[in-house]
Each structure stands twice: as structure tokens, then as C-alpha cells.
């Protein structure tokens, strides 16, 4: 039976700026052709696009160690510590630099905070690879904060500089940067978080606001993927983390006229466009 389904998909969909540039400087590597090309960890957070990647000779691995000189290292659009750079460059590994500029505007920041004396406050997710890149440029002199209550843990600090996680939560940062007012007397405080992510957050809470469910589709790793996802669940909305069309239950849409979807910054045109086919199935009742 038929579930007429209307889909409406987020006008900031599919691929970030920072990503788009990673993939086209891949590329442009495999197309000049160069060979072993490694990424320390994934070069961005969706499997499905590793994979092709990987099916393409872009090969994740774990450490420097695992990569020989001559072969070719791609610096992700996360960003990395410094001194991995400095030690590829040694060891002859060429260098495809795909960082996100909005990232390595956040790294000069803390760069340059550390070298006139004051501390270095990185606002974000520790875990994060992006948070331990930008930490890293400040070469020991970075704390890590991702919540308003760790701020009651910092030591005493006269001068400080606030960078933040491009893709952190601008409401919970603020938050942050309050407490830390309250405590630190010479305060500079560095807004990195990028605007792209604030526009697809608030055209999903839009979105959200006019459907019966709506689909979030990323990697179940990529961070502010699952930030969109527990944003629409923090509010009461009927909300799925789905990672391709494979994930979806027809059964969801039962009781559904109104479906949004909205995606991850790292989420390839091609799954969105399988999860929209998807949709007209079952919408036709074929499924």
C-alpha cells in the first residue's frame, strides 16, 4: 500500500566546503599519478567513502611507521599535530595537505596564543582528531574543555586564549566561555567554529519543525553528524541516524506523510541520492 510520502531534503546538504577541497586534492594526487597514497586514520568520517577511496588505492593506516618514503601522505581535512608533518618531510614521504582552512585558521590561533605566554583553551571534544591537531600547534601549553563544569577543574591562569572546535555546538561553547570569564581576567576568545555547520544546524531545526520524522544521514563516527541527530532528539522529534539507504525500515514511515533529511558534513551526494530513491519505494509501496 501506498505511504505517499513527501520528502524534503535540508538546503545544506551533502559534502561541507572543507571536504569537497579534501576529495578534489585526493584526486588531483590520483590523477597526477601518484602512488601509495596513505591517510593516518580516515581521511574523513563516512566508511562508505573510505572504501572507495580504498578501492581507488587510498589506503588508511594506523601510524607514520606503516608508510614508506616516496609513498605519500594525505593530511586530512582534520588536521594533525605538527610534528607528523615535520617527520614525513624527513623521512621523504611526500605530502598532500588537504586540512580544512576553517581548521588551520583554528591552529594559527592557538599557534599564536601560545607563543605570546598565555595558555591555550581548546573548546571541543578531546577525542576528536580536529581537537587534538589544533591542541598540538600550542606544543604543551593546550587544555582541553568540553563541558561547562570542567572549567572549575582548571588550574589557576592570569591569560588565556579560547579557540573552538569548527564543528562544536555554538550554544554550549558560549556556555563555556561564560564560566571561563568568570575565572580568567585576560580572556581572548578566538570564534573558529565554522558557519557552515551553524547554517546546516539551523536549517535542520527548521526542517525539523514542519515533518513527522526526519532522517539524519552520516557516518554513525562523524561528530557532527551525531550532533545534528541528538539535536532533533533533544527537542522531541522523531528522529533516525541512518548511514546509507540499506538502514531504513519501511515500517518507520507507517503513520508518516512528512519526511525531512539532513546530513552530516561528510555524507557523499551518492548515498543521499540511493536514500532518496529508497524513499519513492516505499512511498510507491513497492516496499
Not at 599519478?33 to 580504498?54: F, K, M, S, W, Y
Not at 598565555?118 to 604543551?140: F, L, M, N, T, Y
Amino acid at each position: 500500500m501506498s505511504r505517499r510520502l513527501e520528502v524534503i531534503l535540508s538546503p545544506h546538504t551533502g559534502y561541507c566546503f572543507g571536504v569537497k577541497r579534501a576529495m578534489r586534492l585526493i584526486d588531483d594526487g590520483l590523477a597526477r599519478g601518484e602512488t601509495g597514497i596513505r591517510t593516518i586514520g580516515d581521511v574523513i568520517h563516512n566508511p562508505q567513502a573510505v572504501e572507495r577511496l580504498r578501492a581507488r588505492g587510498v589506503l588508511p593506516v594506523s601510524s607514520l611507521d606503516e608508510i614508506e618514503p616516496g609513498q605519500t601522505l594525505v593530511i586530512r581535512a582534520h588536521g594533525v599535530d605538527p610534528v607528523i608533518i615535520e617527520m614525513a618531510s624527513r623521512r621523504g614521504i611526500r605530502i598532500i595537505d588537504t586540512t580544512c582552512p576553517f581548521v588551520e585558521r583554528a591552529q594559527t590561533y592557538a599557534r599564536r596564543t601560545a607563543e605570546e605566554g598565555r595558555r591555550v583553551i581548546v573548546i571541543g571534544d578531546p577525542s576528536h582528531p580536529e581537537v587534538r591537531g589544533i591542541s598540538a600547534q600550542a606544543r604543551g601549553r593546550a587544555i582541553i574543555v568540553q563541558s561547562p563544569d570542567q572549567t572549575g577543574d582548571l588550574p589557576p591562569i592570569d591569560a588565556a586564549g579560547v579557540v573552538i572546535q569548527t564543528t562544536f555546538s555554538r550554544e554550549r561553547a558560549m556556555e563555556i566561555v561564560a564560566r571561563l570569564q568568570e575565572r580568567i581576567a585576560d580572556l581572548r576568545v578566538y570564534d573558529t567554529i565554522c558557519q557552515a555547520t551553524e547554517l546546516r544546524r539551523e536549517a535542520t531545526r527548521e526542517l525539523a519543525a514542519s515533518v513527522d520524522m526526519i532522517l539524519v544521514i552520516g557516518g554513525k563516527g562523524s561528530s557532527n553528524t551525531k550532533r545534528l541527530y541528538q539535536m532533533c532528539v533533544d527537542r522531541g522529534i522523531p528522529a533516525r541516524f541512518i548511514e546509507t539507504a540499506d538502514d531504513i525500515d519501511p515500517s518507520w514511515f507507517d503513520t508518516c506523510e512528512r519526511v525531512g533529511l539532513t546530513t552530516g558534513t561528510s555524507t557523499p551526494d551518492w548515498i543521499i541520492e540511493d536514500v532518496l530513491a529508497r524513499l519513492q519505494n516505499i512511498s510507491r509501496g513497492d516496499e
